[in-house]
């Protein structure tokens, strides 16, 4: 038996919160397209968005530790699909649309140029004058124009929904620019529990990754509230060890636990609060209704801090960040000064493209893997290198 689009699109009318968004009620895409017999919109966009090429090469893009220093820590890649992971439970528990959602987690680190936010600094540094530089902004270039895909038109010709979660995509790391996303209007519930999803997952996995690296000291880290939230929680208070990896795989696993569970408790208060029946009083709120309760969200402030102390700050760390640096920095240099070095269909943009050559380079930058920018850097600098 085969479920047609407009089976799954009743099961969303019945299903669904009433203030979750729906697929019939999409503002539709900027080039008509005809609807799928089996799937709908933003399955399709999700589909689309894991078929691109920016999303394949997120495997090879720095999340803290650079692929070269090991196997086990997350990348752009892995981070992408934990968030899907933790923004489909959230949505589900809520009543939103998880398929809105999930699209939204996947795109949304999809501009990330190579060496995570060290190559982004110094992308928009070199930049400044003509434009700058910023993954959020990249990341709707990528979805609305450097992605050819279709004879018909540029980019994935994504629905409104899956394109206005990108540009209010909204987190400590991110500028939100949504002039042309009805700004004053909030995003979907979908697209404001894509923000949580990323920042708990950044948050918890970070802190993973700096315990498993030695980089961070696990007495310090249980002296966060934070922490002993989660070791009182798992009844461990007699002595907790980790540096253990099955330990800490608990703890880490439990912390994620307590961040969605709470956040799915505080934004169903505050939608009861705000007396939200539908999606347009959601979309009239002054402010997301997405959130942490008062408690979890100083906690985590804290640990952001720590995390910036203590782990981003690190010797090795920064020593990453540095070499970054000047790889980005020197390959930029290389190809503004001398753009024939260019690949033969980067060239050909640069008469086509706002902003000219820094504009065509910086996209050509952006688009590498940390270990394709660190191949590109030998062809070029180093003369035993085959080019």
């Known amino acids: 038996m085969q479920i047609p689009r407009q089976e799954l699109e009743r099961r969303e009318e019945a299903i669904l919160a009433p203030f979750a968004m729906r697929n019939s009620h999409s503002r539709g895409r900027v080039y008509p397209e005809d609807e799928h017999a089996y799937r709908t919109a933003y399955q399709r966009d999700r589909d689309r968005i894991v078929h691109t090429t920016a999303f394949r090469r997120l495997e090879y893009k720095t999340q803290v530790f650079v692929y070269s220093e090991g196997d086990h820590y997350r990348n752009r890649l892995t981070h992408s699909i934990e968030v899907a992971q933790i923004g489909r439970t959230l949505a589900r528990a809520l009543g939103c649309n998880e398929d809105l959602n999930e699209a939204i987690c996947l795109a949304h680190d999809l501009g990330h140029p190579p060496f995570g936010h060290t190559g982004e600094t110094t992308l928009n540094r070199l930049m400044a004058v003509y434009g700058g530089y910023d993954h959020q902004k990249q990341t709707y270039r990528i979805i609305t124009e450097l992605e050819r895909r279709y004879p018909e038109h540029p980019g994935l010709n994504l629905t409104y929904e899956v394109r206005e979660g990108v540009v209010k995509h909204d ?65 461990m208070s007699g002595g907790v060890d980790l540096n253990d990896e099955l330990t800490r795989h608990r703890f880490i696993r439990r912390l994620v636990g307590i961040e969605v569970s709470d956040a799915i408790a505080a934004t169903s208060a505050g939608l009861e609060q705000q007396g939200v029946e ?57 190809f503004v000064t001398e753009p024939e070095q260019l690949p033969t269909a980067t060239q050909q943009r640069v008469d086509t493209q706002p902003g000219g050559l820094r504009r065509v380079v910086c996209d050509y930058i952006a688009g590498m893997t940390d270990r394709f920018a660190v191949l590109e850097y030998k062809r070029l600098f180093d003369p035993e290198e085959r080019v």
């Open 171 to 235: 987190t400590a790391y991110d500028v939100v620019d949504a002039r042309d996303y009805c700004p004053d209007e909030r995003g979907t519930l979908e697209c404001q529990l894509s923000n949580l999803a990323d920042e708990i997952a950044y948050n918890t996995s970070d802190l993973d990754d700096g315990l498993r690296a030695g980089i961070l000291k696990a007495e310090a880290v249980l002296e966060l509230a934070l922490a002993q939230r989660v070791v009182a929680s798992l009844g």
């Open 278 to 334: 539908s999606l347009a009083d959601l979309r009239a709120l002054p402010e997301n209704v997405a959130c942490y309760s008062a408690e979890l969200a100083e906690e985590n402030r804290a640990l952001k801090s720590f995390l910036y102390t203590n782990f981003y700050r690190h010797y090795r760390v920064v020593r990453m960040a540095s070499k970054a640096d000047r790889i980005v920095r020197r390959l930029f240099d290389a």
